[in-house]
Every structure is written in C-alpha cells, then in structure tokens.
C-alpha cells in the first residue's frame, strides 16, 4: 500500500517560513519523480516544485528562488522549504510521487500566510 504523509504545514505572516515534509512508504522511493503541488481556493492545483530521481530540479517562476525542494533517498523522504512567503502562496499543498503511469498523492497540508 502506498502512503505518501505530510506534515509542517501551518499558519505565519508574510516574510515567514515554513518547511513542508513528506515520507512515502510502499514505493521504490528512489525512482520516483518527488513533487509538490498546490491548490488554492477557487483555483486549479498547481506544480509548485519537482526533483527527479537524479536529483534534477524545477520550479513554478512564482516561488523561484524562495522555495527549495529537496530529497533524502535514504528516508524516502521529500521537503519543501519555503522562504519569503506571501499571502498568495496560501493553499493546501500537495506530495506528489510519479514513476510513467504511477502516480500518487497525499492527503495535503494547509498553508496559510496572512499579510
């Protein structure tokens, strides 16, 4: 079965941080397109951040450099660091692990940033 959980989101001000984590379980981690996604009230889930199994990285040109994503292999684990937030990074933030045509999420987390 697999489990992708995530955790660390939360409620800061604008200019915050805050550092988002997610642990899978149930898949060869390490193949494993590892990603971050994020969906807004009223909008459409968005790519926010990716890293390929080679460790190969890319971001949505809103957070470049504020975000920076991340893998530990060894904990099957994927985090998402994010600096300099803004009220309209505001969303519940979804994992994401894609290998071809698997593809799973998790439950996501809620990030708020009051301005």
């Known amino acids: 079965q697999v489990q992708l959980v995530e955790s660390g989101g939360g409620s800061v001000q604008a200019g915050g941080s805050l550092r988002l984590s997610c642990t899978a379980s149930?898949?060869?981690?390490?193949?494993?397109?590892m990603g971050w996604y994020r969906q807004a009230p009223g909008k459409q889930r968005e790519l926010v951040a990716t890293?390929?199994?080679?460790?190969?990285?890319n971001y949505a040109e809103s957070v470049k450099g504020r975000f920076t994503i991340s893998r530990d292999n060894a904990k099957s684990t994927v985090v998402l660091q994010m600096n300099s937030l803004k009220p309209g990074d505001t969303a519940v933030y979804y994992c994401n692990s894609n290998w071809g045509r698997h593809d799973y999420w998790g439950q996501g987390t809620q990030v708020t940033v009051s301005s």
């Open positions: 890293v390929t199994s080679d460790g190969s990285t």
């Open positions: 149930g898949i060869a981690f390490r193949v494993f397109r």
